[in-house]
């Protein structure tokens, strides 16, 4: 499908609606057919046409045909409708017209707004914004029960102040993207309904929360050492912990196809087991309800001794995808946690010399397994020593403490002799002080 670009005097200058073809994709969750008009207003504050481009990579996801974007140039936004009430009425005539039924905004909007494009538009159209598709998504993605619970306790945060606005849109769409997750019933319920529902989730959260603090506590005190690997949404962080893992995790070239971390054993080189962790993927203007619901899920990759920062090489907003997750990270709190830039895709020769100005620390392929030796040697390297080798003579009757170092690190070399087992190990820096009588010394 094609959108014809049209051109106006002055400020405006726009994408304007082209002809559409027939849909073919249903919403999951509802009988009406999700075709969908992108609407971005451009005042300058961020790369309009990047985030349009995204914002229609995750309507698809949603399960929407985006029939057309429109895109207009303004000074400041409108303050009852964002965008300006001419393009506002060409879109009602382009929705009319193509049988669209969806509108979605790459702003957030206010309860007023909402109310106000959903007037004028008229019957039959539904008004979201940007926040709410994401939200959409996560609520059709999240499979635990703390992962649903965060995606409700988001999307009633975020629709309780915009209930006024939202009452007559939503009857409209009758069901379909932007109302999954806590349902139609609640978001028509009184506020204070609401209130007690966002009350009691904060209270399962809460609980889920300390049992998380005590895993974490009790990884803390057995030392095991965590890796998080964080970045954009597809870039490829699922297939990167099943290659080096074999997790088993859902990888699939979709955005937010991982909501739940997912943690496995990692065997390093130099004999140390690390735990990886998979966690959800990012995006650029992240809603600040995901930030604040997920806070428990991402502080995994807060308190990680490690963080590898995933991009992929063959997008053009590399670069980009790089500056979103360090900023996350930052909101986050993690400032001095080290950080490994690993650039994926490099079975895709062509983009090779592009990677080459992106300056990360190693390059990969995910899904080929390329690279991923030196990977393991730069997180070995990054990561505080936790072994030491050490060439050891333990008489026989020490085979407890033989198999606790073997255990707990790597044996090197060994050789039984008169006197005992000769051995070089990596010793872990916990055991040391067991061992420490029987070193070698050369």
Do not use: W
């Not at 963080?307 to 980009?320: G, Q, R, T």
């Amino acid at each position: 499908m094609k959108d014809r670009t049209d051109r106006t005097d002055g400020a405006d200058r726009a994408d304007r609606p082209g002809k559409a073809e027939p849909a073919a994709v249903p919403a999951a969750g509802s009988d009406t057919l999700q075709r969908a008009v992108l609407v971005s207003v451009d005042i300058g504050a961020y790369d309009a046409e990047v985030s349009l481009a995204e914002l229609s990579e995750l309507a698809r996801t949603a399960g929407a045909e985006v029939l057309a974007t429109v895109s207009q140039k303004r000074q400041g936004y409108d303050r009852a409708t964002l965008i300006g009430s001419g393009r506002l009425e060409e879109i009602k005539e382009f929705a009319e017209a193509n049988e669209a039924n969806l509108l979605i905004f790459d702003h957030e909007l206010s309860a007023s707004q909402i109310r106000n494009i959903a007037d004028k538009v008229g019957e039959g159209v539904a008004v979201i914004d940007r926040t709410m598709l994401i939200l959409d998504i996560f609520a059709k993605r999240a499979h635990t029960h703390e992962g649903r619970l965060q995606v409700e306790l988001a999307q009633l945060r975020y629709r309780l102040p915009r209930l006024a606005g939202q009452g007559k849109a939503l009857s409209r769409l009758g069901g379909g993207i932007g109302t999954r997750g806590p349902g139609e019933t609640k978001l028509e319920s009184d506020r204070r309904h609401i209130r007690r529902r966002i009350e009691a989730l904060e209270a399962q959260l809460a609980k889920l929360e300390n049992h998380r603090k005590h895993l974490r506590a009790r990884r803390k005190k057995d030392e095991v050492t965590t890796v998080a690997i964080v970045g954009y949404t597809n870039v490829g962080k699922s297939t990167l912990l099943n290659t080096l893992t074999d997790a088993g995790v859902l990888a699939e070239d979709m955005l937010f196809a991982t909501l739940d971390p997912t943690a496995r054993a990692l065997a390093l080189p130099d004999g140390r087991q690390v735990m990886l962790i998979d966690t959800v993927g990012l995006v650029r203007r992240l809603p600040h309800q995901l930030v604040r619901a997920f806070h428990s899920t991402l502080e995994e990759a807060a308190l990680a001794d490690l963080l590898l920062v995933l991009c992929d090489i063959s997008s053009p907003d590399a670069e980009e995808q790089i500056a979103v997750t360090k900023d996350v990270m930052r909101e986050l709190g993690v400032t001095d946690t080290p950080m490994l830039t690993v650039l994926n895709q490099s079975d895709k020769t062509e983009y090779l010399a592009a990677a080459e100005e992106l300056h990360g620390d190693v390059l990969i392929s995910a899904k080929t397994g390329q690279g991923l030796e030196a990977l393991l040697a730069k997180i070995a390297e990054a990561l505080p020593p936790t072994h030491t080798e050490m060439t050891l003579l333990l008489p026989y009757r020490e085979s407890g403490l033989l198999a606790e170092i073997r255990g707990t690190g790597k044996i090197l070399s060994e050789a039984y002799e008169e006197d005992g087992t000769r051995v070089t190990a990596l010793v872990d820096h916990r055991i040391r002080h067991k061992a420490e009588p029987y070193r070698v010394r050369k």
